[in-house]
Structures are given as C-alpha cells and as structure tokens.
C-alpha cells in the first residue's frame, strides 16, 4: 500500500474513530444549520496557474472549501472561525509554511515526497497560497462573508456549550 494511501486510510479511520465516540463535525447535522457555503475559486491569475494546478491535484482533495473534507474540517474546528478552514482561502499562510507542511506533514497529513510534488511545483504551490486572495480566482467579499458567518456560529456555540 502506497504511503498516500495508508494516509488516507488512516484519516478515514480516524474519521470514524471520532463519530464512533460521539464527537460531532464543527458544523451540525439534519436538525442543526446548514453548512457554511464557501464560494467557489474562479479564474487564478496566470503566473499562478502552475500552483493552482498542483493545488488543485493534491491539496483539494482534503482541504477544498466545500464537501465537508478531512483537512478542512480539522482546520474548522482548530481555528473555531478564527481563520477560513479552507486553505484556497487562508491568508496568512507563506511559501515556506506551505514548504513545512507539504515536506514534514501535520497531525494526520502524511509528508509528500520530491516525486510526488517536485520542489519547483512546492514553490508554485506556495506562491499561489501565498498569493492576494483575487488572484487566486477568490471573491473576497464572499470569503469574508462566509468568515464571518463561521464566526458567528463558532460564538454561539460557544455561548451555548457555557449555558450548559
């Protein structure tokens, strides 16, 4: 079993393991709210197509804005609305964040080898995650709106969880 895989499996698993034990998604089921709707990235700048492509064949598979994925929903619950969970839309990430994270791996986010993502395609990936939020093909008033709503849940779940 290749290392990607055996990652993949283990986050599933790990998945599993927490809805078995009662741990419930950042953002609720049938009977609560509807998730957050995070737009869709639109047209990227040109001279960041590279890393929007490698974005796009190894990073959105877990951390996409919707569709309620591993990377993102970890990322939800670690910054409670603080930061946008999706990484198309963080801004406070740079290239070598990105380099520590794709090259070293994180909780259950295996590493990534030079033949699976080349240093040249790291880079790119990092300038296109590092990039202003419009040149990533971003709306920015539509990512703040969902920021904020997301914020607003976070605090009244928190205000509620204080009332119990």
């Known amino acids: ?29 049938p009977s609560g709210p509807p998730p957050i709707v995070w737009p869709e990235l639109g047209e990227t700048a040109p001279d960041l197509a590279e890393g929007r492509a490698v974005y796009d064949k190894w990073c959105a598979t877990c951390h996409s804005p919707n569709g ?26 740079t290239p070598e964040t990105v380099e520590l994270f794709v090259r070293q791996g994180v909780s259950l986010m295996a590493p990534f080898r030079k033949t699976e993502i080349t240093d040249a395609e790291l880079q790119a990936l990092g300038e296109f995650l590092s990039a202003p939020l419009a040149d990533r093909g ?13 914020k607003a849940r976070q605090e009244e779940a928190d205000k509620k969880e204080a009332g119990q």
């Not at 290749?2 to 950042?26: D, H, N």
């Open 1 to 29: 079993m290749s290392m990607r895989k055996l990652s993949v499996t283990a986050a599933s698993v790990g998945m599993l393991f927490l809805a078995a034990c009662g741990a419930e998604a950042p953002s609720a089921g």
């Open 68 to 93: 309620r994925m591993p990377g993102t929903i970890a990322l939800e619950a670690k910054y409670k609305g603080e930061l946008a969970p999706a990484l198309a839309y963080r801004t406070d990430l």
């Open 138 to 150: 971003a709306d920015e008033a539509a990512v703040e709106e969902s920021l904020a709503e997301a």
